[in-house]
């Protein structure tokens, strides 16, 4: 019978990408800046059976921890700097950027997707993290580009609103829906979709909320925070247990 530290030792290590130091301020007379991840996130991933460990954006060394994981999770937080898809940096609407993370992170699902027996999961800026890495663009300001900004609170924070999933998509398999309720509150989104990725979900103002790459066995993004509500809805917690599923194959 297998023992319980044997059980945790064979479980999948997912790892989770953290926010950069200039993204979460946190005010303390020892330390100048933290390394730091949202609780959420780490709690998914013990709930599907994997074990968390949060990568901070370092500049050196990142990419050497790939091979010690089964599987990725590259989380949200702030803007990517419009360099990188040749965007507006002179829009009036960006938020403060993290350019040491953007560097690191860039490189890593580049190095990533090259894996692929590894899987990974793009969570808001993830997803436009892939996005952006495989070519594509991003839109600015979202509310620049809709009627009516269902993805943000009237203060610009969390709401939510329904996603409808491409059946037969990764995404819907691994959620067990092609309507899902979704919690965001971002202001931005995928612009130009890069060529190898396929739109998976959208919202009802069909603004793109899931992607995949067609040439990777497991490889997802998505707009919305799944992690937010993971605990209490079952198809937002399905998707945490697909990527370690996969990791376990």
Known sequence: MMSEMDDKANRPIIGITGYGASEMLIK??????????????????????????????IAKGAQSLLARLDGIIFSGGADIHPEYYAGNANDPNLLPHDRLRDQVELELIKHAITM??????????????????LGGSLLEHLPDHIDDDIHRDDEGLWTTHDVHVVGGSKLA???????????????????????????????????????????HPWCLGVQWHPETTAAHDETQQRLFDALVIRAQS
Not at 32 to 57: E, F, N, T, W
Not at 118 to 129: E, F, K, M, T
């Open 116 to 133: 692929q027996e590894l899987p990974i999961l793009g969570i808001c800026r993830g997803a436009q993290l892939l996005n952006v890495a």
């Open 28 to 57: 303390d007379e020892h330390y100048d800046a933290y390394l730091s991840s949202p609780a959420d996130y780490a709690q998914a991933v013990l709930r599907a059976g994997g074990i968390p460990m949060v990568i901070p954006p």
């Open 173 to 215: 398999d691994a959620m067990g829906a092609k309507l899902v309720h979704t919690m965001s509150g971002h202001h931005q989104a995928l612009g130009r979709i890069a060529p190898s990725l396929t739109v998976t979900a959208s919202s009802v103002d069909e603004v793109v909320e899931g992607v995949e790459l067609q040439t």
